[in-house]
Antibody, heavy 122, light 107 residues
Framework: QITLKESGPTVVKLTQTLTLTCTFSGFSLSTSGVGVGWIRQPPGKALEWLAIIYWDDDKRYSPSVESRLTITKDSSKDQVVLTMTNMDPVDTATYYC??????????????WGQGTLVTVSS | EIVLTQSPGTLSLSPGERATLSCRASQRVNFSYLAWYQQKPGQAPRLLIYGASNRATGIPDRFSGSGSGTDFTLTINRLEPEDFAMYYCQQYGSSRTFGQGTKVEIK
């Protein structure tokens, strides 16, 4: 059974850097085709894809926030870390991580973690 | 970047009715890599459909997906009370993008 769980601060201040960790089980990020993505959702708004990291360390970012994001993995700890710089109140959102596959077979995000709400204070 | 436009924004229906949700892409979605998710308040999204028309594990057969290219549809036959929720489409053929969502509400 694949499970993922997000962790990190619940409140960050304006201009600070946010660091979120996704701890997963039930799969290995060393397995060919596997990836972990980050998605966020501001209160009452739509889902927004942020970043993905794949088994081969290939990384993809959303163009809208690419300059502020870094995604890394620690396969030995079964963790993926997302950092977002220069936080602003508009970045207040629930942040989710999710399992995905880029090959054999290709799959969308499923399952997802429970999400973690991050509030940016000014 | 592929932009996904969902319509309508809100669908007001009664239990037992059929819901038809649309998702239109600004460019062709490679290999019909189009997914649909259901989200209820306070919960993470739940995968319903992948590959435009394949039901995910455990999804009732009243949910069906269709379409290809740039036009995709999610149909929910005989709405059950638990189906009233937000629905999002997402393409995963070229990077990843989500639509803005359709709310299915009780009329």
């Amino acid at each position: 059974q694949i499970t993922l769980k997000e962790s990190g601060p619940t409140v960050v201040k304006l201009t600070q850097t946010l660091t979120l960790t996704c701890t997963f089980s039930g799969f290995s990020l060393s397995t060919s085709g596997v990836g972990v993505g980050w998605i966020r959702q501001p209160p009452g708004k739509a889902l927004e894809w942020l970043a993905i990291i794949y088994w081969d360390d290939d990384k993809r970012y959303s163009p809208s926030v690419e300059s502020r994001l870094t995604i890394t993995k620690d396969s030995s700890k079964d963790q993926v870390v997302l950092t977002m710089t220069n936080m602003d109140p508009v970045d207040t959102a629930t942040y989710y991580c999710a399992y995905t596959r880029a090959a054999a077979p290709v799959r969308p995000f499923d399952p997802w973690g429970q999400g973690t709400l991050v509030t940016v204070s000014s | 970047e592929i932009v996904l436009t969902q319509s309508p924004g809100t669908l007001s229906l009664s239990p037992g009715e059929r819901a038809t949700l649309s998702c239109r892409a600004s460019q062709r979605v490679n290999f019909s890599y189009l997914a649909w998710y259901q989200q209820k308040p306070g919960q993470a999204p739940r995968l319903l459909i992948y590959g435009a028309s394949n039901r995910a594990t455990g999804i009732p057969d009243r949910f069906s997906g269709s379409g290809s290219g740039t036009d995709f549809t999610l149909t929910i036959n005989r709405l059950e009370p638990e189906d009233f929720a937000m629905y999002y489409c997402q393409q995963y053929g070229s990077s990843r993008t989500f639509g803005q969502g359709t709310k299915v509400e009780i009329k």
